[in-house]
């Protein structure tokens, strides 16, 4: 608070410049920051940020429940991760591109793969539990497809022809 109060009146006018768009982003890039050092209003700025993470992290570190959600979260993006990176192994997973049109095509052209990857597994992976049942197996709700694309996307070379 010792850093946020003298400069909040400043913290308010950089807030509505940027809201309005009367400064363009390098010119407050250069308010912000002189040099290698950040300035004071930098500096206001990054503590008033933290406010809002600290309770975050208060309730991350207490909360069990929350530390699994966000780690099963992160796994899930991790496994994306991976596939994509199989997908993508022709190209060394280098953009070949060297336009940013031609780059953003050949992300959104992996982005489709990957989730036509994922309906795949999710279409093939019910149509075998469906016969698992069919067949009198027990198939427990956690084999339930709501369930399945997180399974596929956390395994990568599994289930894909």
């Known amino acids: 608070m010792q850093r946020i109060i003298p400069q909040w009146d400043d913290i ?4 509505g410049s940027l809201k309005l768009g009367r400064v363009p982003a390098a010119g407050i890039m250069r308010t912000l920051q002189v040099g290698e050092r950040p300035t004071r209003l930098a500096q ?3 503590d008033f940020g933290r406010i809002d993470k600290t309770p975050h992290t208060l309730t991350y570190i207490d909360d069990e429940a929350k530390r699994r959600a966000t780690l099963t979260q992160l796994k899930r993006g991790e496994g994306r991760h991976s596939v994509a990176r199989a997908v993508f192994h022709r190209k060394c997973g280098e953009l070949r591109q060297h336009y940013r049109e031609g780059q953003e095509d050949q992300l959104g052209a992996l982005g489709l793969v990957l989730n036509m990857i994922v309906l ?3 279409l093939y992976m019910e149509a075998a539990l469906d016969q ?9 709700d956690i084999n339930a ?3 399945v694309p997180r399974c596929c996307a956390a395994t990568p070379g599994r289930h894909r022809s």
Do not use: H
Request: aromatic share 10%.
């Open 120 to 122: 795949w597994n999710t």
């Open 145 to 147: 497809p709501a369930n």
């Open 12 to 15: 308010l006018r950089l807030v």
């Open 132 to 140: 698992l049942r069919a067949q009198g197996y027990p198939v427990s």
């Open 44 to 46: 206001a700025i990054a």
